[in-house]
Nanobody, 118 residues
Framework: QVQLVESGGGQVQPGGSLTLSCAVT????????MNWFRQTPGKGREFVAA????????VLADSAKGRFAISRDKAENTVRLQMSNLKPGDTAIYHC???????????WGQGTHVTVSS
């Protein structure tokens, strides 16, 4: 059974950078889409980025374009979300999730907290 564990969150100042990691235990199908979502009490769940495990093609939400990048390392069974030029509005709990499509999820990690403040 696939399990997901996120790490790399923390507190940074506006304009700073963080790289989040999602360690995957278990076997992923080439058709699996790995998604990153974020959750806040006010906005609820928001799609951030996705990558197709097999082909490596990526999709970014408009809020992430130009600032975030998603990648996957098949050898390490890891998905990463590189975030730069962070803004207070990026403060959230970030979750990785497996899904059959972009923005979909069937398994969900416990999340990692990101706080952007001065």
């Amino acid at each position: 059974q696939v399990q997901l564990v996120e790490s790399g969150g923390g507190q940074v100042q506006p304009g700073g950078s963080l790289t989040l990691s999602c360690a995957v235990t278990g076997r992923l199908l080439s058709s699996t889409v790995m998604n990153w979502f974020r959750q806040t009490p006010g906005k609820g769940r928001e799609f951030v980025a996705a990558i197709r495990w097999g082909y490596g093609t990526t999709v970014l939400a408009d809020s992430a374009k130009g600032r975030f990048a998603i990648s996957r390392d098949k050898a390490e069974n890891t998905v990463r979300l590189q975030m730069s030029n962070l803004k207070p509005g990026d403060t959230a709990i970030y979750h990785c999730a497996t899904g059959r499509g972009i923005g979909e999820y069937d398994r969900w990690g416990q999340g990692t907290h990101v706080t952007v403040s001065s």
